[in-house]
């Protein structure tokens, strides 16, 4: 998955030695963010092409074995409708994975957007923009989310919609407090002094000096994406069982951590890990695409 | 900056933890026990504490300890023994009830509870400006349901007399043989009609005269703090007729919501009695510490309705193979794992000594063999199916595993799917769907609740089903002279249920909870309400 | 300066309007309503219910109403707890989650930028590595593992704290430690990212050549302006955090405003879904402008533009 790495590695790139070219570069030399981003291609792979490997199905049950401890039949054991825990987490990485990329991509997109067009321009359009975001902030999700079940009915891609429609509006906060600092620095100025249009200057000049937040927060959206898909999936929205994504993993393995704790640890290890590969490749990421840091 | 940010944060926290309220802690065991202090996690935060009014189990449970009846539980959790009432005597035709208060039944501002207050809380309670979702349980009573309606204007000439203050007069509209066990009931307890009225109007629904500085009550206990979401104090009333008897000396209830919690805050010791046990725990105590695990009947059945007028459920072959392809002992078993009872009719074993004749009968085979009938063999050409279920983690892992014996014995793939609690009854009101989980308890012991609600048309039905025969056995059968009749017409009754199949049973309720061994005398009854004043305290 | 908060009141003013609008027409449409309930009501009592809480009168009347009794201040009756008004919930229980709030605050600023500043100056040494793994794992692992975790550890096997409840002062630890730790996490990670960005501005290298200490330059120099995303993300957070965790609150048994957020929308207690939502609305508009304003004196070249 790698939302970023992907789409930067593949991006046209512009006149051989330009910014995002440098960074891959630079990225290649920083072993914790090749690290991470092999094990995200390697967890991905896994759970697309895993379960075709397995000979047990994510539904498939077996209620007098029950849950048991991980064994040689069982790589991780089994949960207490006695199925098996390690098809249940590649299963469930599917979802978990296609939500965090989709949902994050959602949010992330409108969120830098919405941001830099509301701090570059200031004045009313921002007022009416940041005040859009005060009301969206304070609107019920609960309630937001029944009725989108009620009028759309069960959907995986509501799921995108509700997430997305929550997550993007910290991005933009964030991006607008940015876009607002950069956009009075002396670089910026003289871009416009040579005439250059203004989503020139928001997409080519000012984003790219705003990155760094943008790849933090973005590596802290996608935990909380994945963590919502479970409380989506309570209120009817989202995946349906016997179906599992390892939000939901983790919050029944959470209550029954005592008896039964491998139904926590490998579903958490698991998310933890994708999480921890994440912020390594974002912080890789970040040093990488910092031009002023590379100067030292 | 930061620095003198962090400061003023850590300033404020200072003063903050330097304000916070002085709150009595619960009190630890020892002086819990010492003191004869029960605590008991109750559920959920009470919605109030006027027996009229509320409906939930939390609530009822707390009434119990603040109200008492004409009639009340004898120790045995079972049987029937005087309450506000010393003795009664019942017509030979069933028909008229007349109950003796006793003379020291005094409520806890010391006044007399008389025959004119029952008669002035069944006024309330048939009041419908109240909107008391009980008032039906007064309809017995003749004029009940017509001074409800409007149609009778002056309450005196209703049913509810009381020729003197110790005597009241019940004269009702047809026999009812299960009114004494419907005395239980929180609806039927009596109420301060004028601490009430002082305090705004008997027909306003939660004004002030519930709150401990104003609780006026008959029971063993009064209301003598409520902290919302954190405890409700009860103390012994000095004026209760039977002081005597009660031997705690303060009950605490602790409104906790999360089983898990619960169950931590009982091993802490906070809590001597919990509302719940998590299923996941159930084992875990039954091996390592079978003494604090209570196991119960409890009077209900869990279920799944079937919509009779969507397809493929309009035909009584296919809801006939549902019902017998799932295997009910594996489900309790290993599932839902408190030594429920399952289910092959339709009402819990031994309910007022009502014992089901006709059951469930046939095995998988026929179910294939019924399916094949209906035009689907193997499954093949069924529509897609759907089945409903509210959000909770019992309701999902049941129906994952029923899920999965369909698919194993019917060949048939069906999608579960859960909706929120109020958009699930809303699904149900509207029958929106095709199968739906759902449970029953009963509000008093007497097999009639699990057949009335059955009743074509019945507000609780929600399956489309009716049938002509069953609903005049229904009413046949509060004519019944005695009680073996009248269960010999609910055997019939169960018969055309069991032979249509407009619901599957699935299993008899059981009522889990942890009790320290220290608690004396408490008993989990079939609907939970064991009166709190024979409960003692003893290490 | 005062213009520009006069102005902000003003447009926050109008849009809380709006939140109150929206939601008042959102709650309403959704299936079921406050007096929904397993056992049936017959027709008769619901009707009455209804009357009695002026829900029989046409919307755009129940609306009118709705804002008349708010212009006084009356948010109105709860129907979930129907001796108890709306007022008097919220005022209850906010103080109780303000003051976890602002405890858990406490706690998430101090580790958070502590960490997170630590992380940032001594990059890519162990310090960082630890720093770092801090927040990694503190985003990574959600509130309801650690909350029974620190619980089961520190509560059942330790014996130090009751296992929930919020009646001593010790029973406020666990519940801060673990709302504090959830905060800590990002806030630690945006501080780190923050002042890597600044720290190899020029200003800040002109700061090191006139021979500032390396504490003095970060403290006074840096941090203004690295802060600037955490600031960002503390308007919303801190409207959050004070206004109760759900999970916190209903793992602790604390009786705070936190789970009225999600139970009133459950329980459809439309009156008290608005309330929550009109105290919610205030302060994250409270919150931002306050962001607006501390990050226009963290970068003086951000003006207010009103």
């Keep these: 998955m790698s939302t970023a790495a992907t789409t930067i590695a593949t991006e046209p790139i512009e006149k051989g030695n330009s910014l995002w070219h440098d960074a891959w570069l630079r990225l290649q030399k920083n072993k914790l963010a090749v690290f991470g981003l092999w094990a995200l291609i390697v967890t991905t792979l896994t759970c697309v092409t895993g379960p075709w490997l397995m000979h047990y199905g994510y539904e498939e049950q077996n209620l007098d074995l029950g849950a048991v401890r991980p064994s040689a039949a069982h790589w991780l054991g089994t949960d207490t409708l006695g199925r098996d825990l390690l098809v249940r987490l590649l299963f469930g990485g599917r979802i978990s994975l296609a939500v965090g990329l989709a949902a994050t991509l959602v949010a992330l997109s409108i969120g830098v957007t919405y941001g830099a067009v509301a701090g570059f321009f200031g004045g009313k359009l921002d007022a009416v923009m940041m005040r859009a975001v005060d009301i969206m902030y304070s609107l019920p999700f609960a309630i937001f989310v029944i009725l989108l079940m009620v009028f759309f009915g069960r959907n995986i891609v509501l799921l995108f919609v509700a997430i997305g429609a929550v997550e993007w509006l910290t991005m933009a906060r964030i991006v607008r407090s940015q876009v607002m600092a950069i956009k009075k620095m002396e670089f910026i100025e003289a871009a416009r002094s040579l005439g250059f249009g203004r989503r020139r200057i928001i997409f080519r000049h000012i984003l790219p000096n705003v990155l760094g937040p943008i790849i933090v927060y973005t590596t802290l959206t996608i935990p909380g994406v994945m963590l919502l898909e479970a409380f989506l999936s309570f209120l009817g929205l989202g995946v349906q069982p016997p179906m599992s994504s390892w939000g939901v993993l983790i919050k029944d393995g959470a209550e029954k951590m005592e008896e039964f704790p491998w139904l926590l640890i490998f579903p958490g290890a698991i998310f933890s890990l994708t999480l921890f590969s994440l912020n390594f490749l974002g912080d890789g990421l970040r040093d990488a695409l910092d031009v002023r840091s590379s100067k030292d | 900056m930061p620095s003198r940010l962090i400061a003023s944060l850590f300033l404020s926290l200072l003063v903050a933890a330097g304000c916070a309220r002085k709150e009595n802690p619960p009190v630890g065991t020892a002086t819990a026990l010492a003191k004869k202090i029960l605590r008991v996690g109750n559920g959920t935060e009470p919605q109030d504490i006027d027996p009229q009014t509320i409906t939930g189990t939390p609530e009822y449970r707390l009434m119990i300890s603040l109200y008492e009846g004409l009639v009340a539980l004898a120790p045995d959790g079972k049987t029937l023994e005087p309450g506000v009432a010393e003795r009664w005597e019942v017509s030979p035709d069933g028909l008229t009830y007349t109950f003796h208060l006793r003379a020291n039944a005094k409520w806890s501002n010391g006044q007399l509870v008389t025959a004119r207050d029952f008669v002035r809380s069944a006024q309330r309670m048939l009041t419908p400006a109240l909107g008391a979702d009980y008032s039906y349980m007064f309809f017995y009573v003749g004029g009940g349901e017509d001074y409800f309606h409007g149609k009778l204007k002056d309450f005196s000439e209703t049913g509810f007399q009381a020729p003197d203050d110790r005597t009241l007069r019940l004269t009702l509209r047809q026999p009812t043989p299960f009114l004494l066990q419907a005395m239980l009931h929180h609806a039927w307890f009596p109420v301060p009609i004028d601490v009430i009225a002082k305090f705004g109007g008997l027909d306003r629904k939660g004004s002030d ?225 095709q199968i739906q989980r759902a449970g029953w308890i009963a509000d008093y012991v007497d097999p009639h609740v699990f057949f009335d609600l059955w009743r074509t048309g019945g507000g609780n039905n929600n399956t489309n089903w009716g049938n002509a025969e069953f609903d005049r056995l229904l009413t046949q059968s509060l004519d019944a002279k005695t009680t073996a009749d009248r269960y010999e017409v609910y055997q019939r009754m169960e018969k055309i249920l069991l032979d249509e199949l407009p619901v599957m049973p699935i299993y008899f309720y059981t009522y889990t909870r942890l009790v320290r061994p220290d608690v004396k005398n408490f008993r989990t009854t079939y609907l939970d309400n064991y009166p709190w004043k024979y409960v003692e305290l003893a290490p | 300066m005062l213009r520009f908060i006069t102005s902000r009141f003003l447009q926050s003013l109008l849009a809380l309007f709006l939140v109150i609008t929206a939601t008042f027409f959102m709650v309403r449409f959704v299936p079921g309503g406050p007096f929904t309930a397993e056992k049936a009501v017959t027709p008769e009592i619901l009707r009455n219910l209804e009357a009695h809480y002026g829900l029989n009168k046409p919307l755009w009347r129940q609306y009118l109403d709705y804002l008349g009794s708010l212009a006084h201040g009356d948010l109105g009756p709860s129907f979930k707890y129907p001796n108890r008004t709306v007022n008097e919930i919220l005022s209850d229980k906010l103080p109780v989650s303000a003051e976890l709030g602002a405890e ?17 100056i001594r990059r890519n040494t162990w310090v960082d590595y630890l720093a770092s793994g801090f927040g990694m794992t503190g985003i990574s692992i959600p509130t309801f593992v650690v909350g029974p975790l620190l619980v089961l550890a520190l509560a059942i096997h330790a014996g130090w704290f009751n296992a929930s409840g919020w009646y001593e002062p010790a029973d406020r630890v666990l519940p801060c430690l673990v709302l504090g730790l959830a905060y800590a996490a990002p806030i630690s990670r945006l501080t780190r990212g923050g002042l890597l960005e600044i720290l190899h501005q020029d200003f800040i290298r002109t700061a090191r050549a006139k021979g500032a200490s390396e504490f003095r330059v970060v403290t006074r120099h840096a941090l203004r302006g690295g802060l600037l995303p955490v600031v960002s993300f503390l308007g919303p957070a801190t409207a959050g955090i004070l206004t109760g965790s759900f999970v916190i609150e209903t793992i602790f048994q604390v009786p705070g405003v936190g789970r009225e957020f999600v139970n009133s929308a459950f329980n459809r207690d439309y009156t008290l879904v608005l309330g929550t939502v009109i105290l919610y609305a205030a302060l994250i508009m409270a919150l931002n402008l306050a962001v607006d304003i501390a990050q226009a004196w963290m970068n003086p070249k951000v003006r207010l533009e009103s």
Aim: glycine share 6%; aromatic share 12%; hydrophobic share 40%.
């Design chain 2, 209 to 433: 005269w519930t709150r401990p500085a104003n609780f006026v009550g008959n029971g063993p206990f009064v209301l003598t703090e409520w902290r919302p979401n954190q405890v409700i104090v009860v103390k012994p009333s000095p004026t209760y007729w039977d002081r005597a008897r009660v031997k705690l000396d303060e009950i605490q209830f602790f409104p906790v919501e999360l089983a898990e919690t619960e169950e931590r805050m009982f091993r802490t010791n906070q809590l001597d009695l919990t509302y719940e046990v998590p299923l996941s725990k159930i084992p875990v105590y039954r091996r390592e510490q079978p003494e604090v695990l209570r196991t119960d009947p409890y009077c209900g059945v869990y279920f799944y309705r079937f919509n009779v007028q969507r397809k493929p459920f309009d035909d009584v072959r296919v809801r006939r193979a549902f019902a017998l392809a799932i295997d009910r002992e594996s489900l309790v078993k290993n599932v839902t794992l408190a030594e429920e009872q399952p289910a092959f009719a339709l009402v819990p074993p031994g309910v007022g000594g009502y014992q089901s004749r006709h059951h469930l009968t046939g095995d998988i085979a026929e179910a294939q063999r019924l399916l094949a009938e209906a035009g689907y063999p193997g499954g093949a050409g069924l529509p897609k199916i759907e089945l409903l279920y509210n959000t909770l983690e019992k309701h999902r892992t049941i129906a994952e595993a029923l899920q999965q014996m369909w698919r194993k014995n019917l060949g048939i793939d069906l999608t579960i799917y859960n909706q929120e609690w109020k958009v699930y009854l809303d699904s149900q009101k509207t029958t929106n769907f």
């Design chain 3, 104 to 120: 858990s605050l406490a706690v998430a600023l101090v580790l958070g930028i502590g960490l997170g500043t630590l992380a940032a």
